[in-house]
């Protein structure tokens, strides 16, 4: 069996843009090892973003198949993979995704409410309200509970988007230039508690940045360039890590 958490083989992405089509990734395959950290850099419109939703069965490649933890992402069933994404993937995007209306704790058990049936859900809520209140507090922000999202500082809502990302601890991270709109203090801050939460829990992460020296600390970067894999390179911080 294959040591990796997820893998695209063969994969194409075509849009369908006024009468034309537009294909954006022309046969990529890329596969992320169990617990590894994998930078994805590459020039703005090369295809990060759609690569990383396909990998995280956002999207539905054109062609080619992904596999998530050795299922065929896209030969079950809507349901089958929406469990396998709720409890085994975490996003953490650059606008942060939060739902407005939702206070912080509320935000951080979403995948604990979607994941449960009603009865469940009940049953646990008070347990993951206040895990949520506890993680919150270990991220600094102990007094912005109920906070909604709108009350909150960029730096603050990327925390509580990465709490809620890890809330049911799913062995894969995905995240899309979450520092991108953030001031570089409050990045490199929000930056260490993504990658020591990370290494705590051993998780596999694939990261999107632009940020050299961010790559540096990937134990590989996958480099891309119109649509295909340009490089693909094992870098110093591998051969630390061993
Ligand atoms: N839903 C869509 N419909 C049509 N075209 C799209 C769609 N999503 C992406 N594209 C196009 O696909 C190409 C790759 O987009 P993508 O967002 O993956 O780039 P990126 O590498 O993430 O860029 P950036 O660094 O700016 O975030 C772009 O040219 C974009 O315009
Ligand atoms: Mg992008």
């Known amino acids: 069996m294959s040591d990796a958490i997820v893998s695209a083989r063969g994969i194409r992405k075509s849009f369908q843009v006024g009468d034309r089509k537009l294909e954006v990734l022309h046969g990529v395959s890329l596969e992320v090892g169990r617990g590894e950290l994998v930078g994805v850099m590459g020039?703005?419109?090369?295809?990060?973003?759609?690569?990383?939703?396909?990998?995280?069965?956002?999207?539905?490649?054109?062609?080619?198949?992904?596999?998530?933890?050795?299922?065929?992402?896209?030969?079950?069933?809507?349901?089958?993979?929406?469990?396998?994404?709720?409890?085994?993937?975490?996003?953490?995007?650059q606008f942060y995704h939060l739902l407005p209306e939702l206070t912080a704790v509320e935000n951080v058990v979403l995948p604990a409410?979607?994941?449960?049936?009603?009865?469940?859900?009940?049953?646990?809520?008070?347990?993951?309200?206040q895990r949520a209140e506890e993680t919150l507090a270990r991220f600094g922000l102990k007094d912005r509970l109920k906070h909604r999202p709108a009350q909150l500082s960029?730096?603050?809502?990327?925390?509580?988007?990465?709490a809620r990302a890890l809330f049911l601890d799913p062995p894969l991270l995905i995240a899309d230039e979450p520092t991108g709109n953030l001031d570089s203090a409050t990045g490199e801050k929000?930056?260490?508690?993504?990658?020591?939460?990370?290494?705590?829990?051993?998780?596999?992460?694939?990261?999107?940045?632009?940020?050299?020296?961010?790559?540096?600390?990937?134990?590989?970067?996958?480099?891309?360039?119109?649509?295909k894999i340009q490089g693909d390179v094992r870098t110093a911080a591998r051969a630390a890590a061993r």
């Open 43 to 93: 020039a703005s419109g090369a295809g990060k973003s759609t690569l990383i939703q396909i990998l995280g069965l956002l999207e539905q490649p054109t062609e080619g198949e992904v596999t998530f933890q050795g299922q065929s992402a896209w030969k079950v069933s809507v349901a089958e993979r929406a469990a396998l994404r709720n409890s085994g993937i975490g996003f953490v995007f």
């Open 113 to 129: 409410m979607i994941g449960s049936s009603m009865g469940a859900w009940r049953a646990a809520r008070r347990e993951n309200l």
């Open 154 to 162: 960029g730096g603050e809502r990327q925390r509580v988007a990465i």
């Open 190 to 227: 929000v930056l260490e508690l993504l990658l020591t939460e990370r290494e705590e829990r051993g998780l596999s992460m694939l990261l999107v940045t632009h940020d050299e020296r961010l790559a540096a600390r990937c134990q590989r970067v996958v480099t891309m360039d119109d649509g």
